[in-house]
């Protein structure tokens, strides 16, 4: 398969262009097995294809935009038909291509671009786009179930309603959604411009209902990244479940083979959480390592080594008191004190300007994929909510839980004459189990 870049695929001239015009009508389309992302790929690409969709284990880019939709149609064809033109265009962003075949410049002159244009000449900046399903998709929103489009059957058994934990402040505008698109990218313009594409192809079937720009990584995901530190100057993350860890992966992050279409993939739990910064930048180091249970500068755990050190959480000092406060964020969020699960952590900070009283509206978009959430987190953020220390300077504000398919088998893209993937009525969504 011819792989094009953006910026090359814009400048082979009229006669892939006139190509591209044909498929618009009907591409000469066909099925083949080669990998989506060939060699002569464009640098700074990641596959679209695989066991697992890209953006989970892939290394952590710096820029984030999430987005929430509600599926407005009531014909589950159209949902289905949805999820086909977002995985096309999904698979081509990723890769470096424009959103449609015609790409932002060219095509009739007297019809919109089939690319909005804003990400013209821009790298792919290592793009990835990853899908998920509400709850809400499955059994509608509230206690009475309304299964618009015959896929209450198919509700994960994971996919569960969060506990309101205590100190929420869940604003339902930032909370919830049918479907759910993170957008991960070194670029933030690049991972706007395909939420944006992704959002006109939603035209007359779903409707952004929240989104969340994020910057500055709050996690690794790879052994190959140093540990990033968030708004409170802390390094966050660095327990995190690594991509080279597949046995932690399987553990902790998979759905098993057991659980019916939903296997390979996994769940996310997003949350947006508030720090109250003036509030945090009042208080003492003292005070500050005490609530994380790490030093601020090395993210050495308070019982002593370096920042790779396990915390000993039975080291005492003089008088007997813990090292590692009982309180203290670490402790409670510490595998040991949460039956041994892990998760997959790769939050990104955001800064929203400032309120009404002029305090910065700012915190962590946390964002985690987990095997079973009901195992893996809520039994964590219950104990958090209850006893961290840190909820003092925290507030959780928007939340949504998702089920996030497995990914597409490589080589099962249709691919048009151009040698690019299009949408046809045998083209292979991310989460067509669901529909089977």
């Not at 003492?284 to 002593?304: F, M």
């Not at 398919?405 to 691919?415: F, H, I, T």
């Amino acid at each position: 398969m011819p792989t094009l870049s953006r910026r090359a695929f814009l400048g082979l001239g009229s006669g892939v262009l006139a190509a591209g015009a044909v498929g618009a009508a009907g591409f000469e389309v066909g099925r083949r097995a080669a990998v989506e992302r060939l060699p002569g790929s464009p640098a700074g690409t990641h596959p679209f294809t695989g066991p697992h969709q890209a953006g989970i284990v892939t290394p952590a880019q710096d820029r984030l935009y999430l987005a929430a939709f509600d599926v407005t149609t009531t014909s589950r064809d159209e949902v289905v038909g949805l999820l086909r033109r977002w995985t096309t265009i999904a698979a081509r962003l990723t890769q470096g291509l424009s959103a449609g075949p015609l790409g932002p410049v060219s095509g009739p002159y007297d019809a919109p671009p089939d690319d909005t244009g804003e990400a013209l000449g821009l790298p792919p900046a290592r793009l990835t786009v990853t899908f998920g399903f509400g709850r809400s998709l499955f059994v509608g929103d509230g206690a009475a179930r309304h299964d618009r489009f015959g896929l209450a059957a198919r509700l994960p058994d994971g996919l569960v309603e969060l506990p309101h934990f205590a100190g929420d402040a869940l604003d339902p505008t930032r909370s919830g959604g049918d479907l759910v698109v993170q957008a991960c990218s070194d670029d933030q313009q690049v991972a706007v411009h395909a939420v944006r594409n992704l959002s006109r192809a939603a035209f007359g079937a779903a409707t952004i209902r929240w989104t969340q720009l994020g910057y500055g990584r709050t996690s690794s995901t790879s052994t190959a990244q140093q540990t990033p530190r968030n708004l409170f100057g802390f390094k966050d993350g660095t327990a995190n479940v690594m991509a080279e860890d597949t046995e932690a992966l399987a553990q902790h992050v998979w759905v098993p083979s057991g659980e019916a279409w939903l296997a390979g993939g996994s769940y996310l739990v997003a949350r947006r959480i508030r720090m109250s910064i003036e509030t945090w930048d009042r208080a003492s180091l003292r005070e500050q390592e005490a609530v994380v249970g790490r030093t601020k500068g090395e993210g050495a755990p308070l019982s002593g080594g370096t920042e790779r050190t396990e915390p000993d959480l039975a080291a005492t000092g003089p008088g007997g008191s813990r090292l590692v406060p009982a309180d203290s964020h670490v402790r409670l969020a510490h595998p040991s004190t949460n039956g041994g699960v892990r998760m997959l952590r790769r939050g990104y900070t955001f800064t929203d300007g400032n309120d009404a009283l002029g305090r910065l509206d700012a915190g962590l978009m946390f964002l985690a994929f987990v095997r079973d959430p009901r195992t893996h987190y809520v039994p964590m953020q219950t104990a958090l909510a209850r006893s961290d220390a840190m909820g003092e300077y925290v507030q959780h504000t928007g939340s949504g839980l998702y089920a996030v398919p497995a990914g597409l088998a490589e080589g099962s893209l249709v691919l048009g004459a151009d040698g690019t993937p299009v949408t046809t009525a045998a083209s292979p969504f991310v989460g067509q189990a669901a529909f089977d």
